[in-house]
């Protein structure tokens, strides 16, 4: 079995910025979520099979999604942050499909990373 793990989390100010990082050898295509305290899993952005980036409304023009394939890293740029991306931050992966799929459901990955927290304060 091919393990996540995320590196980057932190405790910042609001407007400041994090950069999140994920290793895997190799993926379909891959995925940031969150979870706040009480609240459900949700989706954050996602590098698909073609190699697109994609964010959910509010995180985006704040967050970049990329990757480095020599280094099998995806990275989480998270500029301008908010109280309200406070949040465990977790890396995850659909690693093989034979139709196209997206990276950004959190019900289709196949591959979680254990978290990273985030701490935004006013």
């Known amino acids: 079995q091919v393990d996540l793990q995320e590196f980057g989390g932190g405790s910042v100010q609001a407007g400041e910025s994090l950069r999140l990082s994920c290793t895997v050898p190799?993926?379909?295509?891959m995925g940031w979520f969150r979870q706040a305290p009480g609240k459900e899993r949700e989706a954050v952005a996602a590098i698909e099979t073609d190699g697109s980036g994609r964010y959910v409304d509010s995180v985006q023009g704040r967050f970049t999604i990329s990757k480095d394939n020599t280094k099998n890293t995806v990275y989480l740029q998270m500029n301008n942050l908010k109280p309200e991306d406070t949040g465990t931050y977790y890396c995850?992966?659909?690693?093989?499909?034979?139709?196209?799929?997206?990276?950004?459901?959190?019900?289709?990955?196949?591959?979680w990373g254990q978290g990273t927290l985030v701490t935004v304060s006013s």
């Open positions: 995850a992966a659909i690693m093989m499909s034979f139709s196209w799929v997206s990276c950004l459901q959190v019900n289709k990955m196949d591959r």
């Open positions: 190799r993926y379909y295509c």
